[in-house]
């Protein structure tokens, strides 16, 4: 079994999903941050498996775990824990990083993802912004007792 991979991106993380009409037909997307933000994301994931010498994950069911350390705005209370529940959406900010990870040669497909944990918190005070992700292989045994765990099996 290939080892689990674990990238760190430092940057704004950016939504994607939002389109506009620009004219004849060109929808041009919404978030100006989203070209930084993919370019980081693939540029971490490549040097991370090149780094590691990592083979990526060409076929196969996955768990993907991502962890978006986002800016606190300074409307904020300073010593209050406080999570970031408005917009952008979690998984627009998903669904950037995907497409970057599909870029980078992680997997072929972000279809192979069957496992998701996913979380956006504001960075501490010097910690950088920017995102924790871990990609590994799915454990197909894990995923069959969670499934006969499930309430809708009736236990």
Do not use: C
């Amino acid at each position: 079994m290939t080892a689990p991979l674990r990238i760190t991106v430092h940057g704004r993380p950016a939504p994607q999903g939002s389109k506009r009409h620009v004219g004849r037909g060109i929808l041009i997307e919404s978030s100006k941050g989203l070209q930084p933000w993919r370019q980081a994301v693939t540029t971490a994931a490549h040097n991370t498996r090149q780094r590691h010498e990592h083979p990526g994950y060409p076929t196969g069911p996955l768990t993907v775990a991502i962890t978006y350390l986002l800016p606190k705005p300074t409307s904020l209370p300073k010593h209050k824990p406080v999570l970031p529940w408005r917009r952008p959406d979690l998984d627009k900010y998903i669904r950037a990083t995907f497409d970057a990870l599909t870029d980078a040669g992680i997997w072929h497909d972000d279809a192979q993802v069957t496992a998701l944990h996913a979380r956006k918190i504001y960075a501490q005070p010097g910690q950088p912004i920017g995102a924790r992700i871990t990609v590994q292989a799915a454990d197909v045994d894990e995923l069959a007792e969670a499934i006969a765990r499930h309430p809708a099996n009736g236990q």
